[in-house]
């Protein structure tokens, strides 16, 4: 099938707008993987700059030992500590609430 002139003239017109289409097209595969890139810096960011709670080590530190090779508590005292002491803990951590707490607000200054 030959190419005829009034064919050519119309592709002719229609050469600026798949230009710019193609351009979009390469824009855009750009365009988002830099907003991808953008997404994930910001949620690194967030990431470092937000507070973690602590981890609970195991055992805790291990006593001391003096030059004779003994704990200053005892070897069966360190050892029955180990346990006792988290439980130790969960009843030391009670949480008392005030319902007046953040209700007023002081407008004065």
């Given at each position: 099938?030959?190419?005829?002139?009034?064919d050519l003239q119309t592709?002719?017109?229609?050469?600026?707008?798949?230009?710019?289409?193609?351009?979009?097209?390469?824009?855009?595969?750009?365009?988002?993987?830099?907003?991808?890139g953008a997404a994930d810096q910001k949620r690194l960011d967030e990431s470092k700059e937000s507070v973690h709670r602590a981890e609970d080590a195991e055992g805790g530190p291990r006593p001391v030992a003096d030059s004779a090779g003994k704990s200053p508590q005892g070897e069966e005292a360190g050892k029955e500590a180990a346990p006792e002491g988290k439980e130790g803990r969960e009843a030391k951590e009670e949480i008392i609430k005030d319902p007046d707490l953040g209700t007023k607000i002081d407008l004065t200054g």
């Open positions: 099938m030959p190419i005829r002139p009034i592709m002719l017109m229609q050469l600026n707008q798949v230009g710019r289409e193609q351009a979009v097209e390469k824009e855009g595969a750009a365009l988002q993987s830099a907003m991808k």
